[in-house]
């Protein structure tokens, strides 16, 4: 079946490193894809989002590259802070037909950040 | 700018009752999303509706699950007898049309016991 996944269940980084956490996807039609952060007992917070006609895109200490050849999403954060600590999770969208728009989700990463 | 609105935010049923849980979009929103988030899980989708049509339903469980945006007030997703694995975060997000942007919201954690 197609599905979104992670390379890595866990990530620890000392605060001031850069991060990196990967993700690759199966369904070569998916056109958008989007980082989300969450953490504990909270809802997924939007980070940054990328559509399919690009390769990189970059936030506010966030970038995220995309490369279709190998269908593998990474995302960048620099000079990582104790704030990033948290499950971040890569997600594809799925386009149906017409208005249906619905994201797959991976099982997420744990990023823990070392003070 | 009150995000998406989530009540209540946990939940205790016993096995056999009912769970209701409520979303108010964001504002100017009209898309509502409710997902489904076991321990330790990514999160799956459930079902997509605009003001009064059901668009997607494709993750819904066929029986006991329902889910409604009505013209006025909040989405409900309704859980009839409930059981043990129905304990879950069920996430509702909503976004100003299909293909924009999706926000979440705190979530509701319901627990059966």
């Known amino acids: 079946g197609e599905s979104v996944g992670l390379h890595l269940p866990t990530l620890s980084v000392q605060e001031g490193d850069n991060s990196i956490i990967n993700c690759a996807y199966s369904n070569s039609a998916s056109d958008y894809f989007i980082w989300y952060k969450q953490e504990s007992g909270k809802g997924p917070q939007f980070i940054i989002d990328?559509?399919?006609?690009?390769d990189k895109r970059q936030g506010q200490r966030v970038t995220v590259l995309l490369n279709k050849t190998v269908k593998h999403l990474s995302l960048q954060i620099a000079a990582t802070q104790p704030g990033d600590s948290a499950v971040y999770f890569c997600a594809e969208n799925l386009r149906g037909g017409g208005s249906n728009y619905k994201l797959t989700f991976g099982k997420g990463t744990l990023l823990t950040v070392n003070p | 700018n009150a995000g998406v609105m989530q009540n209540p935010r946990h939940l205790v049923r016993r096995r056999g009752q009912e769970a209701r849980l409520r979303c108010s979009p964001m504002?100017?929103?009209?898309?509502v999303y409710w997902y489904r988030q076991l321990p330790e899980e990514g999160l799956k989708f459930m079902v997509y509706l605009q003001k009064e049509n059901i668009i997607d339903e494709s993750g819904m469980p066929k029986e006991r699950f329902s889910a409604e945006f009505p013209k006025e007030g909040p989405s409900i997703l309704r859980i009839q007898q409930v059981v043990r694995g129905d304990s879950a975060a069920y996430f509702c997000?909503?976004?100003?049309?299909?293909?924009?942007?999706?926000?979440f919201g705190e979530g509701s954690w319901l627990t059966v016991v």
């Open positions: 504002k100017g929103h009209s898309h």
């Open positions: 997000a909503s976004s100003r049309s299909a293909g924009n942007t999706i926000y």
């Open positions: 990328i559509r399919s006609n690009m």
